[in-house]
């Protein structure tokens, strides 16, 4: 399964960013796909997840702010960010898993990420 990510850039404090992410190759068995993000000298953290069956998780953080959709048929799957902080500057990485239960910990395959950074 190949992940590939596209939409990053640079945003001014409370705008808006909408990425998305396309996964390929042998993708009838995935059940979760997840964004992460990375901020210079932090760990790697869980923005949301979501199942084939349609639960979608988001972290405390990015409620109200973020949006997670999916397209099953196609296999794509899109965080649209809105009120962005500087905080919010991180690498974004798209992940998925075919794990019956879509747990933090447990995605099996993962983009190269792109970059969000939010000016003050």
């Known amino acids: 399964v190949r992940i590939v990510e596209s939409g990053g850039g640079v945003v001014q404090d409370g705008g808006s960013l909408t990425l998305s992410c396309a996964a390929s190759?042998?993708?009838?068995?995935?059940?979760?796909m997840a964004w992460y993000r990375q901020a210079p000298g932090k760990e790697r953290e869980l923005v949301g997840m979501t199942s084939t069956y349609g639960n979608t998780y988001y972290e405390d953080f990015v409620k109200g702010r973020f949006t997670i959709s999916r397209d099953s048929s196609k296999n794509t799957l899109t965080l649209q960010m809105s009120s962005l902080k500087p905080e919010d500057t991180a690498m974004y990485y798209c992940?998925?898993?075919?794990?019956?239960?879509?747990?933090?910990?447990?995605?099996?395959?993962w983009g190269q990420g792109t970059q969000v950074t939010v000016s003050s």
């Open positions: 190759g042998n993708t009838m068995a995935l059940n979760c």
């Open positions: 992940a998925a898993s075919s794990g019956y239960v879509c747990l933090r910990d447990n995605m099996d395959y």
